[in-house]
């Protein structure tokens, strides 16, 4: 069963929209059916007849797509307007390479362009309509931001938890009973970069210094995959500690399981969801 796109509701028409690499891609089909819910093709075909259509498409693919073709958007532009012209989004990707509209036939498929060319098309079929396209984007991509900063600081406070556990279990297993204060801070600042060097591959000193204009440390500029494998990390390697690896096995071991869970992290369709 094929995945539904996520919608908002404009007027009463639902509006699907799908992420891409280059941007927000927004259904010109659910757009076309505020006007035509029976053919909504039809709609998005006799918007292409236009010229100054065809002249915006044309200019938004020379200023975002290097691989356009432009002698093939002249021929389009010079007959666009004549009573025989007909062009379709298909015609108009194949013949010019274009990126800005993606159209897929089939039950599942659509015409689909990014937000820029979107609400100009919304724009054609009602000024009213594109207001209304615009207010309830803007909220869904405030939404989506709010819970993404959510699920950062959640993260956050997980990550939080679990160092404690970890400092826990160095005071337990690392640190002898006759120790000053500093000498244990030492041990837990060594274990802390013990996982940064796993992680982000540099220590915590190594960072400030090379980054001398940023407030804050490594961690405060960490991805949320980062901040989900660090909360791991450190759960893991009060394990480690426990059973008696040694400092350089630790982090070997620590290493591997960076590798491991960030590849993992990146190709997760949940995390692709909160960015």
């Known amino acids: 069963?094929?995945?539904?796109?996520?919608?908002?509701?404009v007027q009463e028409t639902e509006i699907s929209f799908i992420n891409k690499e280059i941007g927000e891609y927004i259904s010109l089909t659910d757009i076309a059916k505020y006007r035509n819910p029976l053919e909504p093709f039809s709609i998005i075909n006799n918007?292409?007849?236009?010229?100054?259509?065809?002249?915006?498409?044309?200019?938004?693919?020379?200023?975002?797509?290097?691989?356009?073709?432009?002698?093939?958007?002249?021929?389009?532009?010079?007959?666009?307007?004549?009573?025989?012209f007909v062009l379709s989004p298909q015609r108009w990707i194949q013949s010019t390479n274009a990126t800005g509209i993606?159209?897929?036939?089939?039950?599942?498929?659509?015409?689909?362009?990014?937000?820029?060319?979107?609400?100009?098309f919304a724009s054609w079929i009602s000024s009213e309509f594109k207001l209304y396209l615009i207010t309830e984007f803007k909220r869904l991509k405030q939404d989506e931001?709010?819970?993404?900063?959510?699920?950062?600081?959640?993260?956050?406070?997980?990550?939080?938890?679990?160092?404690?556990?970890?400092?826990?279990s160095i005071k337990e297993n690392l640190i002898?009973?006759?120790?000053?204060?500093?000498?244990?801070?030492?041990?837990y600042a060594n274990e802390a970069d013990l996982l940064n060097v796993a992680l982000f591959g540099i220590t915590a000193k190594g960072w400030r210094e090379t980054n001398l204009d940023q407030k804050g440390n490594i961690r405060d500029f960490a991805t949320l995959e980062q901040l989900v494998v660090l909360s791991n990390m450190e759960g893991i390697n009060a394990l480690l500690i426990q059973q008696g690896l040694s400092h350089s096995d630790r982090l070997i071991q620590?290493?591997?399981?960076?590798?491991?869970?960030?590849?993992?992290?990146?190709?997760?369709?949940?995390?692709?969801?909160?960015?």
């Open 1 to 9: 069963m094929a995945k539904s796109n996520p919608k908002i509701v």
């Open 47 to 84: 918007w292409m007849r236009s010229r100054s259509t065809i002249e915006f498409l044309g200019l938004w693919e020379k200023l975002n797509n290097t691989t356009f073709k432009p002698l093939e958007f002249e021929r389009f532009k010079s007959e666009a307007g004549s009573n025989y």
């Open 102 to 120: 993606s159209s897929k036939s089939g039950r599942y498929g659509g015409t689909f362009a990014h937000t820029d060319i979107a609400f100009e």
């Open 145 to 168: 931001n709010y819970r993404l900063n959510l699920e950062w600081n959640l993260q956050r406070t997980i990550s939080k938890i679990n160092y404690r556990i970890h400092t826990d």
């Open 176 to 187: 002898p009973q006759e120790i000053t204060k500093n000498q244990a801070s030492f041990v």
């Open 254 to 275: 620590l290493n591997r399981v960076a590798i491991t869970q960030m590849k993992s992290l990146i190709e997760s369709n949940a995390i692709k969801r909160l960015k």
